[in-house]
């Protein structure tokens, strides 16, 4: 089994086919957006295949350790990822062609008008074991 990341971003993946942002949709709409999700990783469950799952919320706080007896560093000139991703799910599968076929279906969620949003995910293999460093 190979884990991946399935990352959904607000901004800065190409626009989905329903491109109409969640702060326009309805409650129902977005009703039906998480319990369409909620039902993928149920449905994941039982399978074996989910691991796990979280919506993130907007707030976010870069922090950098600065130095001993210095407090962190927080904030900065960075492209700030709580303006870009808007979730993730990590799944367990036994090929990166049926992360690819899962990837797909969690893209098919309803957004607004309760069409299909198409939406972009971004798909990350997890290291097997942790990378070495070659000299």
Known sequence: MAKYLLLKHYRGAPAPANDVPMDQWSPEEISAHVQYMNDFAARLEKTGEFVDGQALAPEGTWVRYDGEGRPPVTDGPFAETKDLIA????????????????AGELSAAPGKGGEPIHEWL???????????ITE
């Open 87 to 102: 979730g993730w799910m990590v799944i367990d599968v036994d090929s990166y062609e049926r992360a690819v076929e899962l």
């Open 122 to 132: 971004e798909l990350r293999p997890f290291y097997g074991v942790s990378p070495t």
